[in-house]
């Protein structure tokens, strides 16, 4: 599902043609890749929402997916549990001052052990209420890998199959003459539309309760937005037709399946299916921001994030469901290595996603992980597999990136120290070998990259593209062709020596620019 600001409270909108897509919540309409515009006016709750997938930069998997790529870093020894206890309270304290912020929950395990299980800020700003280990937040999509493994377990059980058609389980959805297969709704290559993608005739309806026959009704007579099987964009209406698939295969609601086969019987007490009726003690609020001010989240009836992103949890919670599927006690070893295989498209495009789980690296580390955002939150849970840390972040206030409080969690928990971002005058040599006219293929852009003042600008083709500096780090690393974005440090350029293209890493994701004619 989606969500609002996801920058520290600076507000950045993204091409529709990015690096990933959907929105910690909100993202994907197509699998937005490309580069942020910094500096953009703050989209109202209800638009952001309804946009996200189409408007969000490759930083979180609503999707969603967390990573960054350094140059030069080093290695400390990592900390005891007291000296990571005393680095994670600093990290949100520093996080809880930026615009936008309200409260955090935390939770980090390490080789099978909870060791950080804790709430910051304020779980409500109206009432001074603080967040506790125990205030359940809001996640958003990462609601979707609790689908997935549902889903794997019914294949496990001989209930389905991962290449059933839809049709056996929503006859009456239209299907255009094409085969949509369970395996294509859980990667996100099914074809269908999202209803996230839909614009205002989604935005509405956000605050109703709607019924699964409502809620198709978005989407039917939508064209399919390309033939299944073919590309990849990430999809909440598929997500929303799993929790339908499980329904029908179980006779009992989502809600309920989720709650007695997992929630319950794994001891995630603290793990609901949200409501926007039932009363629930120690639940926090969500919060955006208008106008420079924190306001209070949008209405949306949870009916509609539905298995693609109604659940609430903690930090504690989610670790722990991490450890429990990462060690076969939620499905069969065989079926979580399904999910975390990422689908290969025929044109040999790794999509970096398996089933409701993104597949990364983290620092040049395997990285296992999933976003989520909606309204008046965002969260990220990681998992890195080499190191055999699980991380999760629940932010309720939207500008505040849970993605960006895990990195920092990261680096703390393995003893990463990362270099300062310098901002170095470029010299006459590197202005000559970087400026000009650059093609990023992958995901359909161009952009323009020029020397003012000594600092080197870009600006990126496409409607409500900004021009922003790229700062160069210095002739000392990466051979002096490394550059950062200055909205955000985690967005890296690194030119080849002979200037004629560039990489471009973004939220875990690389994408190859070309130098071409001006």
């Given at each position: 599902?989606?969500?609002?600001?996801?920058?520290?409270?600076?507000?950045q909108?993204?091409?529709?043609?990015?690096?990933?897509?959907?929105?910690?919540?909100?993202q994907?309409?197509?699998?937005?890749?490309?580069?942020?515009?910094p500096?953009?006016?703050?989209?109202?709750?209800?638009?952001?929402?309804?946009?996200?997938?189409?408007?969000?930069?490759?930083?979180?998997?609503?999707?969603?997916?967390?990573?960054?790529?350094?140059?030069?870093?080093?290695?400390?020894?990592?900390?005891?549990?007291a000296?990571?206890?005393?680095?994670?309270?600093a990290?949100?304290?520093d996080?809880?001052?930026?615009?936008?912020?309200?409260?955090?929950?935390?939770?980090?395990?390490?080789?099978?052990?909870?060791?950080?299980?804790?709430?910051?800020?304020?779980?409500?700003?109206?009432?001074?209420?603080?967040?506790d280990?125990?205030t359940?937040?809001?996640?958003?999509?990462?609601t979707?890998?609790?689908?997935?493994?549902a889903?794997?377990?019914?294949?496990?059980?001989?209930?389905?199959?991962?290449?059933?058609?839809?049709?056996?389980?929503?006859?009456?959805?239209?299907?255009?003459?094409?085969?949509?297969?369970?395996?294509?709704?859980?990667?996100h290559?099914?074809?269908?539309?999202?209803?996230?993608?839909?614009?205002?005739?989604?935005?509405?309806?956000?605050p109703?309760?709607?019924?699964?026959?409502e809620?198709?009704?978005?989407?039917?007579?939508?064209?399919?937005?390309?033939?299944?099987?073919?590309?990849?964009?990430?999809n909440?209406?598929?997500?929303?037709?799993?929790?339908?698939?499980?329904?029908?295969?179980?006779?009992?609601?989502?809600?309920?399946?989720?709650?007695?086969?997992?929630?319950?019987p794994?001891?995630?007490?603290?793990?609901?299916?949200?409501?926007?009726?039932?009363?629930?003690?120690?639940?926090a609020?969500?919060?955006?921001?208008?106008?420079?001010?924190?306001?209070?989240?949008?209405?949306?009836?949870?009916?509609?994030?539905?298995?693609?992103?109604?659940?609430?949890?903690?930090?504690e919670?989610?670790?722990k469901?991490?450890?429990?599927?990462?060690?076969?006690?939620?499905?069969?070893?065989?079926?979580?290595?399904?999910?975390?295989?990422?689908?290969?498209?025929?044109?040999?495009?790794n999509?970096?996603?398996?089933?409701?789980?993104?597949?990364?690296?983290?620092?040049?580390?395997?990285?296992?992980?999933?976003?989520?955002?909606?309204?008046?939150?965002?969260?990220?849970?990681?998992?890195?597999?080499?190191?055999d840390?699980?991380?999760?972040?629940?932010?309720?206030?939207?500008?505040?990136?849970?993605?960006?409080?895990?990195?920092?969690?990261?680096?703390?928990?393995?003893?990463?120290?990362k270099?300062?971002?310098?901002?170095?005058?470029?010299?006459?040599?590197?202005?000559?070998?970087?400026?000009?006219?650059?093609?990023?293929?992958?995901?359909?852009?161009?952009?323009?990259?020029?020397?003012?003042g000594?600092?080197?600008?870009?600006?990126?083709?496409?409607?409500?593209?900004?021009?922003?500096?790229?700062?160069?780090?210095?002739?000392?690393?990466n051979?002096?062709?490394?550059?950062r974005?200055?909205?955000?440090?985690?967005?890296?350029?690194?030119?080849?020596?002979?200037?004629?293209?560039?990489?471009?890493?973004?939220?875990?994701?690389?994408?190859?620019?070309?130098?071409?004619a001006?």
């Open positions: 599902m989606p969500t609002a600001g996801d920058s520290d409270g600076a507000p909108r993204a091409i529709s043609g990015i690096l990933t897509s959907g929105r910690a919540g909100r994907e309409r197509s699998r937005n890749r490309g580069l942020a515009v500096n953009k006016p703050h989209t109202p709750p209800q638009e952001t929402e309804a946009h996200a997938l189409a408007q969000r930069t490759l930083r979180s998997f609503v999707a969603v997916i967390v990573a960054s790529s350094s140059a030069c870093i080093t290695l400390a020894a990592p900390p005891s549990s000296e990571l206890q005393s680095k994670v309270d990290i949100a304290a996080y809880l001052i930026k615009p936008g912020a309200v409260g955090l929950s935390i939770g980090v395990a390490s080789k099978g052990q909870v060791v950080i299980a804790k709430g910051y800020g304020l779980a409500d700003a109206e009432f001074d209420v603080p967040a280990k125990n359940m937040f809001r996640i958003g999509s990462i979707k890998q609790f689908t997935a493994a889903i794997m377990r019914l294949v496990e059980q001989g209930k389905l199959s991962l290449d059933d058609d839809l049709s056996q389980f929503i006859p009456d959805f239209p299907l255009q003459g094409n085969s949509v297969t369970v395996r294509q709704l859980l990667n290559t099914s074809g269908i539309p999202s209803y996230a993608d839909l614009g205002k005739p989604w935005a509405n309806v956000q109703l309760e709607l019924s699964h026959t809620m198709l009704a978005l989407v039917k007579d939508k064209p399919f937005i390309i033939k299944p099987d073919v590309k990849w964009a990430y909440n209406t598929a997500y929303y037709m799993l929790g339908m698939i499980i329904e029908k295969v179980t006779a009992v609601s989502y809600a309920q399946h989720m709650q007695d086969e997992y929630f319950t794994l001891s995630l007490g603290r793990t609901h299916y949200d409501s926007s009726s039932d009363l629930m003690k120690n639940r609020q969500g919060y955006s921001m208008r106008n420079g001010k924190i306001v209070n989240d949008a209405p949306l009836g949870m009916s509609q994030p539905y298995s693609a992103g109604s659940l609430i949890s903690t930090g919670d989610l670790v469901w991490s450890m429990l599927l990462t060690t076969g006690k939620v499905v069969k070893p065989e079926s979580f290595t399904l999910m975390t295989t990422p689908a290969i498209l025929p044109d040999g495009e999509t970096q996603y398996g089933f409701g789980l993104g597949v990364k690296e983290w620092e040049d580390r395997p990285c296992i992980s999933h976003g989520g955002g909606i309204h008046g939150f965002n969260s990220m849970l990681m998992y890195l597999p080499k190191e840390v699980h991380i999760a972040v629940i932010s309720n206030g939207e500008p505040l990136s849970s993605g960006k409080v895990a990195n920092a969690i990261a680096s703390a928990a393995l003893g990463i120290e270099p300062a971002i310098r901002n170095e005058s470029i010299s006459p040599e590197v202005t000559k070998r970087i400026t000009g006219k650059y093609r990023l293929d992958q995901i359909g852009l161009d952009c323009k990259i020029w020397e003012e000594g600092k080197a600008m870009l600006q990126a083709s496409g409607e409500g593209q900004g021009a922003f500096a790229i700062q160069w780090q210095g002739a000392d690393v051979g002096g062709n490394e550059f974005a200055s909205f955000d440090a985690d967005v890296k350029l690194v030119f080849t020596d002979d200037g004629q293209g560039f990489t471009l890493f973004q939220g875990g994701g690389r994408v190859a620019a070309k130098r071409i001006e």
